[in-house]
């Protein structure tokens, strides 16, 4: 029993020494890769920060601890060139040898946390950023089906209820998230009468959202804004005309919040094809963004970019997801040649050891 118990206090213990190690060694792997003379940079998509920390796979939108999203966006200002996602683009085609890669760091959805615990910290630490919304709840609650699900849920509603969609082992973990991409793929129709029903078993709408003074006050704290669509419609399925409208419909109205002209978007669920990016670069965006994770290359669609997620197990995670995503980049690559022209060797590992945990997006 003695032996037992040391041995699990020795396993815990190499686990707390490789969790230090992880952001030192992916903060050296991307200054190493900086010798590359790869056009390439990242995105990165945060939804929810505030406390309570959620738990990724049980909440459909968890909670990023705060102290965890101070320290990787601390990681982020000293390895990267921060930029607005509008900005991306160009910071990649400028990027030369030896200079840091650009990075844009997102937010997704009209959640409330943004104009609170999220802008606070973005600002003390002098981190530029972009929030993608939609626009939905200006005047007031509209809350989208994931958000009535989890409030029906969260009000003691069974996930076997006869009322959702069956899925495998709704009650267990992932449970709620299978629910929620059951409920994406119904028809808009019987979506919106599902939402309802929900709203009336939570006991009422929740008081969600983002209201036009507060969007306002993101502007006015030097935050960019981009367009996420007032619905929220997975586009891939829209007709021509059904897309267009989805690209359309609320812009203005967030437009004149805003005062600025929306040039770019992030895609419902992160999900585009190249009929959506089309549709897109019709519509007057000048950049588009996934949830793919993958960095971005001058070479790619711009109304393409990838976005990577961060992780909720510790900084170092996304530390390393996103220095191994730009060395597999830099690898694949055109051969580069580091200071003096000799090869630039890229390891096939970061030697970190971590396993990407992060939020399954809606």
């Given at each position: 029993?003695?032996?037992?118990?040391?041995?699990?206090?020795?396993?815990?213990?190499?686990?707390?020494?490789?969790?230090?190690?992880?952001?030192?060694?992916?903060?050296?792997?991307?200054?190493?890769?900086?010798?590359?003379?790869?056009?390439?940079?990242?995105?990165?998509?945060?939804?929810?920060?505030?406390?309570?920390?959620?738990?990724?796979?049980?909440?459909?939108?968890?909670?990023?601890?705060?102290?965890?999203?101070?320290?990787?966006?601390?990681?982020?200002?000293?390895?990267?060139?921060?930029?607005?996602?509008?900005?991306?683009a160009e910071a990649i085609a400028t990027r030369r040898r030896g200079e840091r890669f650009p990075l844009a760091i997102t937010f997704d959805d009209d959640l409330e946390l943004h104009a609170d615990e999220t802008a606070r910290i973005l600002r003390g630490l002098g981190v530029p950023a972009t929030f993608y919304l939609g626009g939905a709840t200006l005047d007031g609650a509209r809350p989208y089906f994931w958000q009535a699900l989890q409030a029906a849920l969260d009000a003691g509603m069974s996930p076997a209820d006869p009322l959702l969609p069956r899925v495998p082992d709704p009650g267990g973990r992932g449970g709620a998230h299978r629910l929620a991409a059951a409920i994406r793929e119904l028809e808009r129709e019987e979506r919106d009468a599902l939402c309802a029903l929900l709203i009336e078993r939570a006991g009422g709408p929740p008081e969600a959202g983002l209201r036009a003074a507060e969007v306002r006050g993101l502007v006015d704290a030097g935050f960019e804004i981009g367009f996420h669509t007032r619905d929220h419609e997975l586009l891939g399925r829209l007709d021509d005309e059904a897309l267009r409208r989805a690209l359309r419909d609320g812009r203005s109205q967030l437009e004149a919040v805003?005062?600025?002209?929306?040039?770019?978007?992030?895609?419902?669920?992160?999900?585009?094809?190249?009929?959506?990016?089309?549709?897109?670069?019709?519509?007057?965006?000048?950049?588009?963004?996934?949830?793919?994770?993958?960095?971005?290359?001058?070479?790619?669609?711009?109304?393409?970019?990838?976005?990577?997620?961060?992780?909720?197990?510790?900084?170092?995670?996304t530390a390393t997801n996103l220095a191994r995503g730009l060395a597999a980049a830099v690898r694949a690559g055109a051969p580069s040649e580091g200071p003096g022209g000799r090869p630039l060797r890229v390891p096939a590992e970061a030697d970190t050891g971590a396993r990407s945990v992060v939020a399954p997006p809606r």
């Open positions: 029993m003695a032996g037992s118990r040391a041995q699990d206090d020795s396993s815990t213990l190499r686990e707390r020494v490789a969790r230090c190690a992880r952001r030192p060694a992916a903060g050296a792997l991307t200054v190493a890769l900086r010798a590359s003379d790869r056009r390439l940079g990242l995105a990165l998509c945060y939804h929810a920060v505030g406390e309570p920390c959620g738990r990724a796979g049980w909440a459909l939108v968890p909670s990023l601890g705060t102290r965890m999203f101070a320290a990787q966006l601390r990681h982020l200002r000293a390895r990267y060139r921060l930029v607005a996602a509008s900005e991306l805003t005062g600025a002209p929306l040039r770019t978007i992030a895609y419902p669920f992160g999900i585009a094809d190249g009929r959506v990016a089309d549709a897109a670069r019709a519509a007057g965006f000048e950049a588009g963004f996934t949830l793919d994770a993958r960095p971005v290359s001058e070479a790619g669609d711009p109304l393409l970019m990838g976005r990577y997620e961060p992780s909720f197990a510790t900084a170092g995670h």
